[in-house]
C-alpha cells in the first residue's frame, strides 16, 4: 500500500519534508526553499495541485485524484505534474 508524504510542523514550526519528495525535488540539507505568504492562506486549488504534483507513483496519484475529488474539484482542470511511470524499464 502506498503512503502519501505528509508532514507536520512541530514545535517552532519545524517541517520535516519526506524522504521521497526530498529525493524527487533534489533538496537535501542546506538547500533554500521558499515559504511564499498568502493573504487567503491555502486555496482548494492550489491544494489540488500539491496533491497532484506530489504524487510518487500510479497509486499515490490514483489516491491524489480522489482526494482532489473530495475537495469538490475535477483533477483534470487542475494544472500539475504527473508522477514519472516507473513500471517497465523497457524502451
Known amino acids: 500500500m502506498a503512503?502519501?508524504?505528509?508532514?507536520?510542523?512541530?514545535?517552532?514550526?519545524?517541517?520535516?519534508i519526506p524522504a521521497a519528495t526530498r529525493r524527487?525535488?533534489?533538496i537535501d540539507e542546506g538547500t533554500v526553499l521558499?515559504?511564499?505568504?498568502?493573504d487567503d492562506g491555502i486555496s482548494r486549488e492550489r491544494?489540488?495541485?500539491f496533491l497532484l504534483s506530489n504524487a510518487v507513483d500510479a497509486a499515490d496519484y490514483?489516491?491524489?485524484v480522489?482526494?482532489?475529488?473530495?475537495?469538490g474539484l475535477d483533477p483534470d482542470l487542475?494544472?500539475?505534474?504527473?508522477p514519472a511511470d516507473?513500471?517497465?524499464d523497457a524502451d
Do not use: C, F, M, W
Open 62 to 64: 490514483a489516491q491524489a
Open 3 to 16: 503512503t502519501k508524504p505528509s508532514t507536520k510542523v512541530g514545535k517552532r514550526g519545524t517541517v520535516v
Open 34 to 38: 521558499i515559504v511564499a505568504e498568502r
Open 47 to 49: 491544494k489540488a495541485e
Open 78 to 82: 487542475i494544472p500539475h505534474a504527473k
Open 24 to 26: 524527487r525535488y533534489g
Open 66 to 71: 480522489n482526494d482532489v475529488r473530495d475537495l
Open 86 to 88: 516507473n513500471g517497465s
